[in-house]
């Protein structure tokens, strides 16, 4: 089941704008995740924000957590053409005694960067 | 260093055939997981494997198996083909359970006919 839920669902901006993607998510997490994926092809992860930690930056990335509203952000600054792709939000579930089950994945963002 | 590597990248099956898909994860990971990626369900947990042990499943049927062998390489074999197995299939590997970052495959397109 889907635990993440992205919004928007698809935006398209001009090359040199910001883009901005939101993640909503519905259990306690341990982090969650940021990840790229081009055209159906495998995802890269961008960046991990643990769930004690509020904003994290990775070059033109900029994340945030908010856990007492179970949300997330993610800005890319100063979009390139390259930048056109899927985004996907994904939730590391609190756990005990080592177990993980695995990343639960929201439907993504269709980021479309016009040139 | 190499990252992961599924094999086959594409495959035509039968309704009712059986498949298996291979995953070589990055040297020296430990965990491996596996995804199932539809345009209705999006991207949906399979399971999780360390030390050749499968530590989680999602839910899926029991046709959905998978194992891991001593150098950490896994397959997940699906038995009994249907048409909504049609998926891209991806592996990810972690240099242990949770708590950091997972790189994935390029994925295994299966289509089911």
């Known amino acids: 089941s889907q635990q993440g839920e992205e919004d928007p669902q698809a935006l398209s901006i001009q090359e040199g704008e910001n883009a901005t993607m939101n993640c909503s998510y519905k259990?306690?997490?341990?982090?969650l995740q940021w990840y790229r994926q081009n055209s159906g092809r495998g995802l890269v992860h961008l960046i991990l924000?643990?769930?004690?930690?509020r904003e994290k930056h990775s070059g033109r990335l900029r994340v945030t957590l908010d856990t007492s509203k179970k949300s997330s952000s993610l800005l890319i600054t100063a979009s390139r053409a390259a930048d056109t792709a899927s985004y996907f939000c994904?939730?590391?579930?609190?756990?005990?005694?080592?177990?993980?089950?695995?990343?639960?994945f929201g439907k993504g963002t269709h980021l479309i960067i016009q040139p | 260093k190499a990252g992961v590597t599924q094999t086959p990248r594409y495959l035509i099956k039968t309704r009712g055939q059986q498949v298996t898909l291979s995953c070589s994860p990055i040297?020296?990971?430990?965990?491996v997981s596996w995804y199932q990626q539809t345009p209705g369900q999006g991207l949906q947990f399979l399971f999780e494997?360390?030390?050749?042990?499968?530590?989680n499943k999602g839910n899926f049927p029991g046709r959905f198996s998978g194992r891991q062998f001593s150098n950490s390489r896994s397959e997940m074999n699906v038995s009994t083909l249907e048409l909504g197995d049609s998926a891209l299939y991806l592996c990810?590997?972690?240099?242990?359970?949770?708590?950091?970052?997972?790189?994935f495959g390029q994925g295994t397109r299966l289509t089911v006919v």
């Open positions: 990810a590997s972690s240099p242990r359970r949770g708590g950091t970052e997972a790189f």
């Open positions: 259990t306690s997490i341990n982090n």
């Open positions: 924000i643990r769930s004690n930690e």
């Open positions: 994904a939730t590391e579930p609190m756990y005990s005694g080592g177990g993980a089950d695995g990343l639960t």
């Open positions: 040297s020296g990971h430990r965990s």
């Open positions: 494997y360390f030390s050749e042990t499968q530590r």
